[in-house]
C-alpha cells in the first residue's frame, strides 16, 4: 500500500464484498430452509455493513479512488473477508457457518496484519492497526460463538457486537 486512500480504498471493497457474500449465503439458506444458518449469515452480513459505514466514516475529506477489480492487491483470488461460497449448501450447519466465518474473519485479520507488518507510511500502519484491533474482536467473538455452539448453548443472533 502506497497511500493511505489506496489502504482505504481495499478497505472499503474488502466490507462491500463480505457484507454481499454473508447476504448471498443468508440468502441462500433462508430460500432453502435453514433458517439457523440463514439467522447467522445475516447476522454477519448486518455487521459487515456496520464496518463498511465505519471504513468510510473514517476516509472522511479524503479522496478515496474508484479501483478496477484488477487493480486490488489480496492474497487470494478474492477479498480476504470474502466467505468461501461453498458455504451455501443448503445442508450446512450452524457449526459449520460459524467456521466458514470465523475462517473469513480470520483472513481479514491476517490481511490488515500484514499491512501493520510491512507499511512504512505512518498513517496506514495508524489505520491498520485499528483495523487489526478491530478484527481482533470479530474473531473472538465468533471463537465464542463457536464455542457456545458446540456446548449446545443458544447464539447471541438478536444484538450484541460482533
Keep these: 500500500m502506497d497511500t493511505v486512500e489506496t489502504f ?3 478497505t472499503i471493497r474488502l466490507e462491500q464484498e463480505a457484507a ?3 447476504e448471498q449465503l443468508a440468502d441462500a439458506m ?3 430452509g435453514n433458517r439457523e444458518a440463514g439467522q447467522l449469515f ?3 452480513a448486518h455487521f459487515s455493513r456496520l464496518h463498511l459505514a465505519e471504513a468510510r466514516a473514517r476516509a472522511g475529506f479524503r479522496e478515496v479512488p474508484e479501483l478496477r477489480a484488477d487493480d486490488y492487491q489480496w492474497p487470494d483470488i ?3 473477508e470474502t466467505a468461501a461460497i461453498w ?3 443448503p445442508l450446512l450447519g450452524c457449526g459449520e457457518a460459524l467456521e466458514v466465518a470465523l475462517a473469513a474473519e480470520s483472513a481479514g485479520l491476517a490481511y490488515y496484519q ?3 507488518e510491512t507499511a512504512t507510511d505512518s498513517e496506514i500502519r495508524r489505520f491498520a492497526q485499528a483495523f487489526v484491533a478491530e478484527e481482533t474482536q470479530h474473531v473472538t467473538e465468533l471463537q ?3 464455542g457456545l455452539h458446540r456446548a449446545g448453548q443458544p447464539l447471541p443472533l438478536q444484538g450484541g457486537a460482533a
Design 78 to 80: 478474492e477479498s480476504p
Design 114 to 116: 500484514q499491512i501493520l
Design 87 to 89: 458455504a451455501a449448501d
Design 42 to 44: 445475516d447476522r454477519l
Design 20 to 22: 454481499r457474500r454473508f
Design 144 to 146: 465464542r460463538w463457536l
Design 8 to 10: 482505504l480504498a481495499h
Design 30 to 32: 433462508q430460500t432453502s
